[in-house]
């Protein structure tokens, strides 16, 4: 069974500082995903990472994929309060069609 | 584009009561799913439809929750009767096709149920 772990599950940061969350996952994958939550509100993509060694940056986040060590890393340059959030990633099984989740990092960006 | 719809957006009952969400995908988009959110963990699949068809359901607790897809548009989740375990958020997420093909779910900001 696709076992999905964040950590750490939540993070308090110092705007301007930089930080990693990370996501590791159990079984051999194909596809991983990060999401973002904001409270009452629904999830949002934010990356797919299809192959090993993927890496995307949208702004002040950049997500990598080592599928070798089943690792995902989702990196916070310069943080800013506009991130304060959930984050989730989230795994396919290689094969699969299910969407397994970690539990999320709550991240806190204080000024 | 409109979203992924879901309604009511929050409900608030007691153990033994039933409830039920309703969800409206977004428009052409083939496969549905029902995800169960507990405060402080991650979302977990329930059920997934491909059009009006069930393609999984192995995490449905059966005795108590149901749901159905008619004419592969709307769908409906009940709770009967509900305990206090099942206070969560309940995602709706729909996707062009089936999962793998297309890369992307799309959610709805989802249905906040409490059973005290």
């Known amino acids: ?111 | 584009e409109a979203g992924v719809a879901q309604s009511p957006r929050y409900k608030i009952i007691e153990k033994r009561q039933s409830v039920a969400f309703w969800c409206n995908p977004i428009s052409g988009h083939a496969t549905l799913y029902w995800y169960q959110q507990i405060l402080g963990q991650g979302p977990k699949l329930l059920i997934q439809f491909q059009n009006n068809g069930v393609v999984d359901d192995s995490q449905l607790p059966k005795d108590r929750f149901s749901a159905e897809r008619l004419k592969g548009v709307d769908s409906t989740l009940k709770i009967q009767p509900a305990k206090l375990e099942d206070s969560a958020v309940y995602l709706c997420a729909s996707s062009l096709m089936a999962f793998r093909d297309t890369g992307e779910l799309f959610f709805g900001e989802g249905s906040r149920l409490t059973v005290l």
């Open chain 1, 1 to 111: 069974e696709l076992k999905v772990e964040q950590n750490p599950l939540f993070l308090s940061m110092q705007e301007g500082k930089n930080y990693t969350i990370y996501c590791n996952y159990s079984t051999t994958s194909d596809r991983l995903y990060w999401y973002r939550q904001d409270p009452g509100k629904s999830l949002e993509s934010l990356f797919v990472l299809l192959s090993n060694g993927a890496v995307k940056q949208e702004g002040r986040l950049m997500a990598s994929l080592d599928t070798k060590a089943r690792l995902s890393t989702l990196h916070i340059t310069a943080a800013v309060h506009d991130l304060s959030a959930t984050y989730f990633c989230a795994v396919v099984e290689e094969y699969g069609n299910k969407l397994v989740f970690g539990a999320g990092t709550i991240l806190r960006v204080k000024s």
